[in-house]
């Protein structure tokens, strides 16, 4: 299914859109849990440079290693497969500790130009965690501190580069099968001319189109949803296979570090195991007024322990 999804123009964030692009990235976090970038202000002949490198890696060191496959042979026998996805991949790990000199036959051009892209990108997601964590009512910090763990070590910085090749059966498998991310925030430098992403939305699959004009597509991971109280969403997300293209996805996670404590912003939970003689007398004082700082009140309360219950049920009405 083709659907119009939104679209964030950053360049919009220093002038007098401010308020309304901060209510349309809410809105995307909140019913979509995925969105498009636009005027991010990196450098897009480096991001035009690190794919063209990327697709020159798999096609010198990865391709026919791919069709050799157990799975690609499958495909010849038009043998249906569900447990395994029709991609081929390898993992960077850019923050804490980079491991990009570690993999197999990259080249320097292309670990320096990854690094220079990474490099960018890392302050597109600091951004990113601000504005999310301000449109929550939250210090613009908080996201990123919650990732750091105990030592302040995170948040960590990792790449997922994969390669989707043209498939003569895409049918009888998935590219990438259905599944939400485990971490924080994605953001995906995608193929500009071969489709195959899509999102799960309101009941129907959504087609997510080939990033143009350098484009970043972010989507949100389970930690934000639970960091956010469900507020933002992670979404259920797969990738198809084409038959007349090989379709490239960089998707950059900014993850919590592996020790980070993860819990619902306390600011955002609702209050609990509170006496409800407790809320009624202080219900009889703020009836007319709204009904968020009552909450914030009975938190506050509850975690001091004070409590104003006299054991009598004030008339509610």
Known sequence: MKMSIPVIDFSALNGAKRSETMAQLHEACQKWGFFMIENHDMDTSLMDKVKKLVNEHYEQNLKDEFYKSALAKKMEKQEKTTDQDWETTFFIWHRPKSNIKEIPN????????????????????????????????????????????????????GTK???????????????LREHTDAGGIILLLQDDQVPGLEFYKDGKWVEIPPSKNNGIFVNTGDQIEVLSNGLYKSITHRVLPDKNGSRLSMA?????????????????????????????????????????????????????????NDGLAINEY
């Open 161 to 175: 580069i994969a390669k989707y090749p043209r498939c003569p059966n895409p049918e009888l498998v998935r590219g």
């Open 106 to 157: 990259i080249s320097d051009e292309l670990c320096k130009t990854m690094d220079e892209y990474i490099a960018q990108l890392l302050q597109l997601a600091e951004k990113l965690s601000e504005l999310m964590s301000e449109n929550l009512g939250l210090e613009k910090t908080f996201i990123k501190k919650s990732f750091s763990g105990a030592n302040g070590i995170g948040p960590v910085m």
């Open 252 to 308: 950059s996670f900014y993850n919590p570090i592996g020790d980070a404590i993860i819990a619902p912003a306390p600011k955002l939970l609702y209050p609990s195991h509170y006496c409800y003689g407790d809320y009624l007398n202080l219900y009889g004082k703020t009836k007319f007024g709204e009904k968020g700082p009552r909450f914030e009140a009975i938190k506050n309360m509850v975690n001091g322990n004070g409590h104003t």
